[in-house]
């Protein structure tokens, strides 16, 4: 059985985890290269298609750097969910390195910290939905614009997709032709 899970914001170390647990059940687990589905809307490239849709010419660079701005102001939010997921992961792989719930926060808090923030550092690591609705406020405040998920959707082309979820595509494609 083949399936697709959001990543979550998940550092590398419990993504492992996860696919280790389902491996062993005879699952084949496909992990979202971000942390979950809108954020594949949230591209730099994207953004600056949906803006320009609206009449707003942003370059590419100003679209990420609202991105970042965007990702900055729910940091803490952030930092909070995926310290949350981790211990949830840790519990539900039954604890594969006998770490405790602190030492799984002090270990996130670490990464986490250490994360550089760019475009791809925010697609992979953040929530996307407060994301969205937080790019849209700086968006309304800077170009007077309202961008929505369904403006973002209608500039999704097959270009604009990430490798990852051309992959994820592919693969599901496959399994339904060969189950």
């Known amino acids: 059985m083949f399936f697709i899970q959001d990543r979550d914001g998940l550092p590398d170390r419990y993504?492992?985890?996860?696919?280790?647990?389902?491996?062993?059940?005879?699952?084949?687990?496909?992990?979202?290269?971000?942390?979950?589905?809108?954020?594949?809307?949230?591209?730099?490239?994207?953004?600056?298609a949906a803006l320009n849709g609206k009449g707003m010419d942003v370059s590419l660079k100003?679209?990420?750097?609202l991105l970042v701005r965007a990702a900055e102001s729910i940091q803490a939010e952030t930092r909070g969910d995926i310290r949350r997921k981790c211990k949830?992961?840790?519990?539900?792989?039954?604890?594969?390195?006998?770490?405790?719930?602190?030492?799984?926060?002090?270990?996130?808090?670490?990464?986490?910290?250490?994360?550089?923030?760019?475009?791809?550092t925010v697609l992979r690591v953040f929530l996307g939905k407060e994301l969205l609705k937080t790019?849209?406020?700086?968006?309304?405040?800077?170009?007077a614009v309202d961008i929505r998920e369904p403006d973002l959707r209608d500039v999704l082309t097959k270009n604009r997709l990430s490798d990852d979820i051309k992959t994820i595509f592919k693969q599901t494609a496959q399994e339904k032709e060969n189950p």
């Open 88 to 120: 949830q992961v840790n519990h539900f792989c039954d604890n594969p390195d006998n770490l405790n719930d602190n030492a799984v926060e002090a270990e996130v808090d670490q990464w986490f910290d250490s994360l550089m923030l760019n475009e791809e």
């Open 15 to 48: 993504v492992g985890y996860i696919k280790t647990k389902y491996q062993n059940h005879g699952l084949d687990v496909s992990i979202l290269g971000r942390h979950e589905v809108e954020n594949y809307l949230l591209d730099g490239k994207i953004i600056r």
């Open 62 to 65: 100003d679209c990420r750097v």
């Open 135 to 143: 790019l849209r406020n700086f968006v309304a405040e800077q170009y």
